[in-house]
């Protein structure tokens, strides 16, 4: 806890002063243009990967960056998502996983999670995805998915979760007049990388190839 309370007070006697207005502003309500869902792991800070400040992203966190599919089931996930789209009118989802992604390493081989009920049941929202690496490479059922493919499940099970948000109503809706557009990403912790799809994508794209027309829009 050193580190912790040192950071607290840091921030109370450095950050906070500096940014004082921002707060200030932040005080009375938020809006913002971003909804980021991405894994519960350390290794991942959205704001400084996407160089945000406080305000800028409304951010859910969990192992796998799982979106459930919608049911009459109301969940953490599902709730701020409605909340997300319906009332604070973000713009845009984005839906970040990451490599030496441990939700994904246990959902590769659900069985040897027996231990761990809780999670082996939240990690069968990745079973498609499994089910998809496991049939690409003609897998028998009876066999887990070894490491090997790790890196081809975390994309897939990304590509999944985009799916899987498609399915809230009140995302639909959005995506169905245009007003929501859903981005998939993967990050890739040792390199500073980032590949990249759309919700009609079945294939990832470097960051840079993806989003080309909007960074030479920038960039002129």
């Known amino acids: 806890m050193d580190?912790?309370?040192k950071g607290v007070i840091n921030f109370r006697q450095n950050v906070y002063p500096e940014h004082k207005d921002l707060f200030g502003t932040l005080a009375d309500g938020q809006s913002p243009d971003v909804l980021f869902a991405t894994c519960?792991?350390?290794?991942?800070?959205?704001?400084?990967l996407t160089g945000t400040s406080p305000g800028d992203l409304f951010i859910c966190r969990n192992a796998g960056n799982i979106i459930p599919p919608h049911s009459n089931e109301t969940g953490g996930m599902t709730a701020s998502i409605e909340y997300a789209v319906a009332v604070l009118g973000v713009r845009h989802i984005i839906i970040c996983g990451h490599t030496d992604c441990g939700a994904i390493k246990g959902a590769l081989d659900l069985n040897a999670l027996n231990g761990l009920p809780h999670v082996k049941e939240w990690l069968g929202h990745c079973r498609s995805a499994m089910e998809i690496v496991r049939e690409r490479h003609d897998i028998p059922h009876d066999h887990p998915v070894g490491s090997e493919h790790l890196n081809e499940a975390i994309e897939e099970n990304v590509l999944q979760q985009v799916q899987h948000i498609r399915t809230h109503p009140v995302v639909a809706a959005k995506l169905a007049t245009g007003k929501v557009e859903v981005h998939g990403w993967v990050y890739n912790i040792k390199t500073?990388?980032?590949?990249?799809?759309?919700?009609n994508d079945m294939v990832f794209?470097?960051?840079?190839?993806?989003?080309a027309d909007l960074i030479a829009q920038i960039e002129a």
């Open 3 to 5: 580190k912790i309370v």
């Open 40 to 48: 519960s792991d350390s290794r991942i800070d959205p704001n400084l």
């Open 192 to 199: 500073g990388s980032i590949r990249c799809c759309s919700h």
């Open 205 to 211: 794209r470097s960051f840079d190839k993806h989003y």
